[in-house]
């Protein structure tokens, strides 16, 4: 049992981690490519959209995690699930604090209502995003250490 719980674990937090990578380095890009200010527009849809998903895998892969350090206590490599957990509630926290004001923000937004700063609050935005990736990578390899 405790082997099919490492196993999805894994999965869930690795498609997760590759959900945000592509978000930073793939969208992101290709949003800030798009004719004139159109992007604006496209990162607002990403928003209302992975804005309902992601709260709900980030709480999800933060309580497999808790769950795979409780149920594997005795096991080797539980202090790299404990602290691929703790990397996990920070980015919860992260993007609490840091992304999820400035992504509500950006969902209402319109090309007649967009504040004068709206482009350096994006910047801010990915800035953000990009530690939190990080974050969220340091996590994945430790939780695939913890297999081994």
Do not use: C
């Not at 674990?9 to 590759?18: A, D, L, S």
């Not at 990403?46 to 709260?55: D, F, S």
């Not at 005795?74 to 840091?98: C, I, K, W």
């Amino acid at each position: 049992m405790i082997n099919a719980l490492e196993v999805v674990t894994t999965v869930v937090v690795g498609v997760m981690v590759g959900v945000e990578f592509s978000v930073a380095f793939v969208m992101n890009p290709i949003l800030k490519a798009l004719p004139e200010d159109s992007g604006q527009l496209g990162h607002a849809h990403g928003g209302r959209m992975l804005g309902a998903v992601m709260p709900v895998w980030y709480i999800g892969s933060l309580v497999l995690v808790a769950v795979w350090a409780i149920a594997g206590w005795d096991h080797h490599g539980t202090g790299l699930v404990v602290t691929a957990g703790a990397l996990l509630l920070l980015s919860v926290v992260m993007s609490l604090l840091l992304l999820v004001p400035i992504n509500n923000r950006n969902k209402t937004w319109t090309p007649e209502n967009r504040p004068e700063d709206w482009k350096k609050q994006l910047h801010s935005w990915e800035r953000f995003h990009y530690v939190r990736v990080a974050v969220l990578i340091a996590a994945f390899t430790l939780l695939v250490a913890a297999l081994v």
